[in-house]
């Protein structure tokens, strides 16, 4: 088997006195902790579309990075990429991977032959992961957004026909992602949205994503599917405006239609970003209605309104993160996909390599963090008494059920102006706290 990147070895975990780019600072993947290795907290994931697909083409020029693999015919290039990303996997030690149908192998001429074509790389890959058990799929889905019959969107385009084309790409992307064994299937609504409402049926498209959702749920569990579905919310980019805007609106329009109880969240740092969103308050709406699911790990630029899926670096972001993750209950079938692509001029092999273990760093050391503040305990109890006053007197009522607006009138009446369950929110000392956390790890 061709080796793709012969100068660089296996990466090892040296600790945080190491100088070494090559070797994780942070990241021990076989670090017991309570009870199951660092890489079973963080199931990082590789992306096929960035890692192995993304060149540093943009708007502005072409690709700045080699990603042909060696290969010219794309039936071979399809393989080879395989093959490399498995080498990267292996080298970095991570356990799961993420695609797009087309990642995998691009449309040919007709849907029939793209569907073969497809089937002959899915084989590949399920004989390499048979070979490599340790090798997982997190997540598949399908690209329905690149080709120009998406152009005024897929599940919600004004076209019967393109709806049909949509259904027989999800059906076949659901296919191969129960033939690799994934844990999960994604919906990122990529052009579901639109640019004007002058031409635009909203109320239609809805409607008609929903049905999409529901028939493509329907087909799965009817194959035996039992991962889980996330819908991946995104506010803009390619479209003006995408109906996935956040977490809250796509509670919603599940609630509307009936498929709650269906679907998690996938939830990306930087669409959280471009929502005007903290990554935090993505995750903490996700956990708070019970529909938590995986990450799509990367990092916005605050001063930038797109999607820049850089590496995630800040430790503050993967910290209160991590602290999300944990408080609900850790990751089942979801992970930590990289989302994310090295900048378009850090072309090299090795800037690969250097990206992930700056975000596989960062992560760990948030992970880290998380699990000091938590065990700190002071963050959670100062939050516990901040709303001690619900816990007794009228409080408890209210929480009970036992009080009614003229009770509450006649005991605000009788009690006066409030004053002693007004307290500081001490927001300065808490961040102070976390510093200090962050500052003392072992
Ligand atoms: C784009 C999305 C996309 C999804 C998968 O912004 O993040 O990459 O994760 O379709
Ligand atoms: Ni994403
Ligand atoms: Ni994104």
């Given at each position: 088997m061709r080796e793709f990147f012969p100068n660089i070895g296996k990466i090892p975990y040296e600790g945080k006195q190491s100088t070494n780019p090559l070797a994780f600072k942070y990241y021990n993947p076989d670090e017991m902790i309570d009870g199951k290795p660092m890489r079973e907290h963080l199931k990082f994931a590789l992306s096929w579309w960035h890692t192995m697909g993304g060149d540093g083409t943009d708007m502005f020029g072409c690709g700045t990075a080699d990603k042909t693999w060696g290969e010219s015919d794309p039936a071979a290039r399809a393989k080879a990429k395989a093959d490399a990303a498995f080498e990267i996997m292996d080298k970095l030690s991570i356990d799961y991977f993420c695609f797009h149908d087309r990642d995998l192998s691009p449309e040919y001429g007709t849907l029939a032959e793209t569907n073969a074509k497809l089937d002959e790389i899915v084989d590949y890959i399920a004989e390499k992961m048979a070979a490599d058990p340790t090798k997982k799929l997190l997540w598949g889905t399908a690209k329905?957004?690149?080709?120009?019959?998406?152009?005024?969107?897929?599940?919600?385009?004004?076209s019967a026909d393109v709806f049909a084309y949509t259904a027989a790409q999800i059906k076949k992307a659901i296919d191969a992602t129960i033939k690799l064994g994934g844990n999960g299937y994604v919906f990122w609504?990529?052009?579901?949205?639109?640019?004007?409402?002058?031409?635009?049926?909203m109320g239609l498209e809805l409607d008609n994503m929903a049905r999409l959702l529901r028939m493509a749920v329907d087909y799965a569990r009817s194959q035996g599917y039992t991962g889980d579905f996330y819908i991946e919310p995104k506010?803009?980019?390619?479209?003006?405006?995408?109906?996935?805007?956040d977490t809250a609106t796509v509670l919603g329009f599940l609630k509307k239609y009936g498929l709650d109880q269906d679907f998690k969240m996938n939830i990306e740092a930087n669409h959280a970003t471009l929502a005007q969103h903290t990554f935090q308050h993505e995750l903490r709406v996700a956990r708070e209605n019970g529909v938590f699911g995986s990450i799509d790990a990367n990092q916005g630029d605050p001063l930038l309104g797109w999607d820049t899926d850089q590496f995630p670096t800040n430790i503050y972001d993967t910290t209160l993160c991590m602290y999300e993750v944990i408080k609900a209950g850790g990751f089942t079938n979801g992970g930590l996909n990289f989302d994310a692509k090295t900048r378009r001029g850090s072309y090299t092999p090795e800037d690969i390599f250097y990206s992930f273990i700056a975000g596989m760093d960062t992560f760990a050391l948030g992970f880290k963090a998380a699990r000091a503040l938590i065990a700190d305990g002071r963050l959670d109890q100062f939050v516990a008494d901040r709303y001690?006053?619900?816990?007794?007197g009228i409080g408890k009522e209210i929480l009970d059920g036992k009080a009614d607006m003229a009770k509450l009138e006649q005991y605000a009446l009788e009690k006066g102006?409030?004053?002693?369950?007004?307290?500081?929110?001490?927001q300065e000392l808490l961040e102070s706290l976390l510093n200090n956390i962050l500052f003392n790890l072992d």
């Open positions: 329905c957004f690149d080709h120009p019959r998406y152009m005024h969107g897929a599940g919600t385009s004004p609504g990529g052009r579901e949205g639109y640019e004007t409402l002058l031409n635009t049926d506010p803009k980019e390619p479209t003006k405006h995408q109906y996935d805007f001690a006053s619900w816990t007794t102006e409030v004053t002693d369950s007004l307290c500081s929110g001490r």
